[in-house]
């Protein structure tokens, strides 16, 4: 496929506004507080019976500090003792879905988030990878996908090799901006030197895949500061990038009422970042794979999109669209089969569920057929930035233009701005229409205009 972009900024003023990420479909706006976790249960059997291979996902919570930009779900504390309780309770969920999947289910991909799942010492690591093969069964071959969100304040190279020696392949390294001023702003101080020594480590350890993340939108950055981080980055080489969009939602996160209006850079400075850093990234041979994340073409991101098995879940893009997502911990959120189920968010609830032997679910969704048919058509737009009418209508027994018809009228209205062509056969998004990819796909969101009349819960598109 063609990896080309066009940054047309009238478009993008026009189209740039608050939308979702499309993680999952439905979004978790959707979650209703009456759904039975039994109904997650049976999701969970039916996928043993067939021995559908697995992905984990264990939610780390603790900070050691608290970022101010940071969204996530997480306790901060000094305390490093909190997090053991923390794992017994890990572990007693995680024999619940293992009772209910089988023991012993093969596991394709794990990752550890949060928080900062290194704020776990080298003990408690290795006793949360021997609890996870004791119930399941991690499977550690040149198919096997483990990994680990990685604050460099927290990894040693001792560390590093430990993490190696648990089997961990891929890694994700937060960033952000290595401009000291902007670390001062947002309570992150992590020099540069730091960062480096992980990657350095990661490399003599033959650690398969390295991702980095940064943020443009902080406070006190400007173009040409945060392409001097971006430079750098790009002299580090890592395999993949993630560049996110600063959302400042201070009504939703305590800590960003810390940050303060008039040091965030303007709507258009934002703009000119990411224009320039897509044109940095692109011209140095990243591919934009699409919603701010850019590979190298040998990475394994690329090859999957090139061959049209890309797959976008809870994690981001991955390569694993066969596997259901069992996911522990505060605030997690699993899809298995045609379900969604999401843990309390809080400690207090979640303990609560566990000491009395019921997994902490606390609301989810079990999907339609018209959800999964309009799942499977924003994940396609997404991840391969087409869609065909063809196989769409052989599996899901509809005519395209019959069943979206008024979706049809929206689309042409892109046409004519160029974002996409559609014709008979299908919907190919255009160069000009790559950046938007989310504002193409909130046409077949048909919860949308529900979820837009409440309070603002989404960071605009680019």
Same mark, same amino acid.
């Given at each position: 496929?063609?990896?080309? %972009?066009?940054?047309?900024?009238?478009?993008?003023?026009?189209?740039?506004?608050?939308?979702?990420?499309?993680?999952?479909?439905?979004? &978790?706006?959707?979650?209703?507080?009456?759904?039975?976790?039994?109904?997650?249960?049976?999701?969970?059997?039916?996928?043993?019976?067939?021995?559908?291979?697995?992905?984990?996902?264990?939610?780390?919570?603790?900070? @050691?500090?608290?970022?101010?930009?940071?969204?996530?779900?997480?306790?901060?504390?000094?305390?490093?003792?909190?997090?053991?309780? =923390?794992?017994?309770?890990?572990?007693?969920?995680?024999?619940?879905?293992?009772?209910?999947?089988?023991?012993? &289910?093969?596991?394709?991909?794990?990752?550890?988030?949060?928080?900062?799942?290194?704020?776990?010492?080298?003990?408690?690591?290795?006793? %949360?990878?021997?609890?996870? @093969?004791?119930?399941?069964?991690? !499977?550690?071959?040149?198919?096997? @996908?483990?990994?680990?969100?990685?604050?460099?304040? !927290?990894?040693?190279?001792?560390?590093?090799?430990?993490?190696?020696?648990?089997?961990?392949?891929?890694?994700?390294?937060?960033?952000?901006?290595?401009?000291?001023?902007?670390?001062?702003?947002?309570? $992150?101080?992590?020099?540069?030197?730091?960062?480096?020594?992980?990657?350095d480590a990661a490399r003599?350890?033959?650690?398969?895949?390295?991702?980095?993340d940064l943020i443009y939108?902080?406070?006190?950055?400007?173009?040409?500061?945060?392409?001097?981080?971006?430079?750098?980055?790009?002299?580090?080489?890592?395999?993949?990038?993630?560049?996110?969009?600063?959302?400042? %939602?201070?009504?939703?996160?305590?800590?960003?009422?810390?940050?303060?209006?008039?040091?965030?850079?303007?709507? !258009?400075?934002?703009?000119?970042?990411?224009?320039?850093?897509?044109? $940095?990234?692109? !011209?140095?041979?990243?591919?934009?794979?699409?919603?701010?994340?850019?590979?190298?073409?040998?990475?394994? %991101?690329?090859?999957?999109?090139?061959?049209?098995?890309?797959?976008?879940?809870?994690?981001?893009?991955?390569?694993?669209?066969?596997?259901?997502?069992?996911?522990?911990?505060?605030?997690?959120?699993?899809?298995?089969?045609?379900?969604?189920?999401?843990?309390?968010?809080?400690?207090?609830?979640y303990k609560k569920a566990?000491?009395?032997?019921?997994?902490?679910?606390?609301?989810?969704?079990?999907?339609?057929?018209?959800?999964?048919?309009? &799942?499977?058509?924003? $994940?396609?737009?997404?991840?391969?930035?087409?869609?065909?009418?063809?196989?769409?209508?052989?599996?899901?027994?509809?005519?395209?233009?019959?069943?979206? &018809?008024?979706?049809?009228?929206?689309?042409?209205?892109?046409?004519?701005?160029?974002?996409?062509?559609?014709?008979?056969?299908?919907?190919?998004?255009?160069?000009?229409?790559?950046?938007?990819?989310?504002?193409?796909?909130?046409?077949?969101?048909? =919860?949308?205009?529900?979820?837009?009349?409440?309070?603002?819960?989404?960071?605009?598109?680019?």
């Amino acid at each position: 496929m063609s990896h080309s %972009l066009i940054w047309d900024s009238s478009l993008i003023t026009r189209y740039n506004r608050p939308g979702p990420r499309y993680t999952s479909y439905p979004t &978790a706006v959707q979650f209703d507080s009456s759904f039975e976790s039994e109904n997650y249960a049976n999701a969970a059997r039916e996928s043993g019976l067939i021995n559908k291979p697995l992905s984990l996902y264990f939610h780390i919570p603790f900070c @050691d500090t608290v970022c101010f930009y940071c969204g996530c779900n997480k306790i901060v504390t000094k305390h490093r003792t909190e997090a053991e309780p =923390y794992l017994e309770l890990l572990f007693k969920e995680m024999a619940m879905h293992a009772e209910l999947v089988g023991h012993k &289910a093969r596991v394709e991909q794990l990752h550890l988030g949060g928080g900062t799942p290194t704020f776990l010492n080298e003990d408690q690591l290795s006793r %949360l990878m021997e609890e996870a @093969d004791k119930h399941f069964f991690l !499977e550690f071959d040149e198919f096997s @996908d483990y990994s680990i969100e990685i604050d460099p304040r !927290e990894a040693s190279w001792k560390m590093m090799g430990h993490l190696s020696s648990l089997g961990f392949n891929r890694i994700s390294l937060g960033v952000q901006d290595f401009d000291e001023r902007v670390q001062k702003a947002v309570n $992150r101080i992590q020099p540069e030197q730091m960062t480096m020594d992980v990657i350095d480590a990661a490399r003599t350890l033959n650690i398969r895949s390295i991702n980095i993340d940064l943020i443009y939108g902080l406070p006190l950055q400007t173009t040409d500061s945060f392409l001097k981080t971006v430079d750098r980055v790009i002299e580090m080489a890592p395999d993949r990038l993630s560049v996110f969009n600063y959302a400042h %939602l201070p009504h939703r996160f305590m800590p960003q009422r810390r940050i303060k209006d008039e040091d965030l850079p303007s709507a !258009e400075e934002k703009l000119r970042i990411m224009e320039l850093t897509t044109q $940095r990234l692109t !011209e140095a041979g990243y591919v934009y794979i699409g919603m701010d994340h850019f590979a190298l073409p040998d990475d394994d %991101l690329a090859v999957a999109q090139e061959d049209g098995v890309l797959h976008r879940n809870f994690q981001g893009y991955t390569t694993h669209a066969h596997c259901d997502l069992i996911a522990m911990g505060v605030s997690s959120i699993s899809q298995v089969g045609n379900t969604f189920a999401q843990n309390y968010p809080d400690m207090a609830n979640y303990k609560k569920a566990i000491e009395k032997g019921q997994l902490p679910i606390y609301r989810g969704y079990h999907t339609s057929k018209e959800d999964r048919l309009r &799942a499977h058509v924003i $994940r396609r737009l997404i991840c391969d930035f087409s869609l065909n009418f063809n196989t769409l209508e052989e599996d899901y027994g509809i005519n395209f233009s019959t069943h979206f &018809a008024n979706e049809t009228q929206q689309l042409l209205a892109m046409a004519e701005d160029g974002l996409l062509t559609i014709n008979a056969n299908g919907i190919e998004v255009q160069p000009r229409g790559r950046l938007l990819i989310r504002n193409i796909c909130m046409v077949f969101d048909q =919860y949308l205009p529900i979820a837009m009349d409440t309070t603002p819960r989404y960071s605009k598109v680019i």
